[in-house]
């Protein structure tokens, strides 16, 4: 089945300690972007890639990195995570400029 | 003027009505734009592109007037299940996947 997934799907963590939100498509995508949403300003794109060590900065990348070492994969970093970062998380991919996005299952991250 | 503005909603409509969306974008060198539907805790699912000519899907209806910088969609014979919060996304420079989201207009359909 063609999709896009992301671990954990749920996190709680506290300030400061480092974590790493995979995301991972089977479907041989070579876009894949970041997006976090947060209540009255919608989604915004954090970083996306348009193929594999190609990466960019989206609107939003203060405090967070990622890396495309290989295509099926585009992690998300939170070095030091702070409370400004809790949110939902979705990981997408698609193959073309042109086609449809795919969106994963999304990331609830809290941070204390 | 915000990149990409929406109708804030909510949309409270009656089964079996037609509704229209509106959506503004500021940039005039955008190129592609999309309407997404995101229901209630999940993630966005594309619901159409919208093109020069403009499209149609079913009883979906989608414009695009690139003089006025304006997307329009229009359902027709509302279901309960289009209850769904709709966002109007824009492409700031063709092939850039540099995506620019409204923030959505919620709509509820009442039986």
């Known amino acids: 089945e063609a999709q896009v997934t992301q671990n954990p799907r749920y996190l709680i963590t506290v300030t400061g300690k480092k974590l790493t939100v995979t995301c991972s498509q089977n479907?041989?995508?070579?876009?894949m972007s970041w997006y976090r949403q947060d209540p009255g300003l919608g989604l915004r794109q954090i970083y996306y890639s348009m193929n594999v060590e190609v990466t960019d900065k989206g609107d939003v990348p203060e405090g967070y990195k990622v890396s495309r070492k290989e295509k099926r994969n585009f992690p998300l970093i939170l070095e030091s995570p702070s409370p400004n970062q809790t949110s939902l998380y979705f990981c997408?991919?698609?193959?073309?400029?042109?086609?449809?996005?795919?969106f994963g299952p999304g990331t609830r991250l809290l941070v204390l | 003027r915000k990149e990409v503005e929406q109708d804030p909603g909510p949309f409270n409509v009656p089964e079996g009505a037609t509704v229209a969306f509106n959506c503004t974008y500021s940039?005039?060198?955008?190129?592609?734009f999309f309407w997404y539907r995101q229901d209630c805790r999940k993630e966005p699912k594309l619901l159409m592109s919208v093109y020069s000519s403009g499209n149609e899907d079913g009883r979906f209806t989608a414009q695009l007037n690139r003089a006025s910088q304006y997307i329009s969609l229009l359902i027709r014979d509302s279901k309960l299940s289009d209850s769904a919060t709709y966002l109007c996304?824009?492409?700031?420079?063709?092939?850039?996947?540099?995506?620019?989201f409204g923030k959505g207009t919620k709509l509820s359909v009442i039986p």
């Open positions: 940039n005039s060198a955008s190129q592609s």
């Open positions: 997408a991919s698609k193959r073309t400029v042109q086609e449809t996005q795919y």
């Open positions: 479907m041989n995508h070579e876009y």
């Open positions: 996304v824009v492409e700031r420079r063709a092939g850039s996947y540099q995506l620019t």
